[in-house]
């Protein structure tokens, strides 16, 4: 499976934009990107996925480079409730996540 | 709301004592998934269903079975519990394989006495 690189913690404030961003150089032509966060004491929560063009929905949005090498998760306006480890996922049509380490993202009140 | 349950969301078995987890869906998804979350870990797949079709992981270890008697349910059974099996296990679902969203529970985390 192709590798994604994530910083391992990141802070912000809240209210304000957070721009999460995703390293995944050896991605191939058919990998889905996907994100995933894990509120504490919870079961991961599915955010985003997209292939190559940028994609929103209510959560967040999802800013893809033009060589698919990175992507950036955006949450618009961070609340406190947006605490969590964000996983950034390869996935190539199989059934298999493979959850890297995330960001741990705190958020400043 | 539809959704994933994990019961218990605690559970304590004696070490070797063999221990069950259970998971129940209102999704009707085919596919259901069984993650084992190691503390301060990311979760790790251990196997899946898709309808009746079963698929282990190849380094699933043995000890480790699943049941899925009809679409709702999904069981995980751990024969011979060790003290490294002490875990959160997630149970998920997805409607389809491959590029869905998956569905999580809130997870049973297993301490071994």
């Known amino acids: 499976d192709a590798k994604t690189t994530q910083p391992n913690s990141m802070e912000s404030n809240e209210e304000e934009p957070v721009h999460l961003p995703c390293n995944h150089s050896?991605?191939?032509?058919?990998?889905?990107i996907h994100w995933y966060r894990q509120l504490p004491s919870q079961g991961p929560e599915y955010v985003i996925h997209?292939?190559?063009s940028n994609v929103n929905n209510r959560m967040a949005s999802l800013a893809i480079a033009e060589d698919r090498k990175s992507s950036t998760l955006i949450l618009h306006r961070a609340t406190l409730r947006d605490a969590a480890v964000y996983y950034c996922?390869?996935?190539?049509?199989?059934?298999?996540?493979?959850f890297g380490t995330g960001t741990r993202l705190t958020i400043i009140p | 709301d539809a959704m994933v349950i994990q019961n218990p969301r605690y559970q304590v078995t004696q070490f070797g004592k063999p221990v069950t987890l259970s998971c129940s869906q209102t999704?009707?998804?085919?596919?259901m998934y069984w993650y084992q979350q190691k503390s301060s870990q990311a979760p790790k797949l251990l196997f899946h269903?898709?309808?009746?079709?079963?698929?282990n992981e190849a380094d699933t270890p043995d000890n480790f079975q699943s049941r899925r008697p009809n679409t709702s349910f999904c069981f995980l059974d751990i024969r011979s519990p060790g003290l490294g099996d002490a875990a959160m296990y997630l149970c998920?679902?997805?409607?389809?394989?491959?590029?869905?969203?998956?569905?999580f529970g809130d997870g049973t985390r297993l301490s071994i006495l």
């Open positions: 269903y898709y309808d009746k079709d079963f698929n």
């Open positions: 999704l009707n998804h085919n596919v």
């Open positions: 997209g292939l190559t």
């Open positions: 998920a679902t997805s409607l389809y394989p491959g590029n869905q969203p998956q569905h």
């Open positions: 050896t991605i191939s032509g058919t990998d889905y």
């Open positions: 996922i390869l996935n190539f049509g199989n059934e298999k996540l493979t």
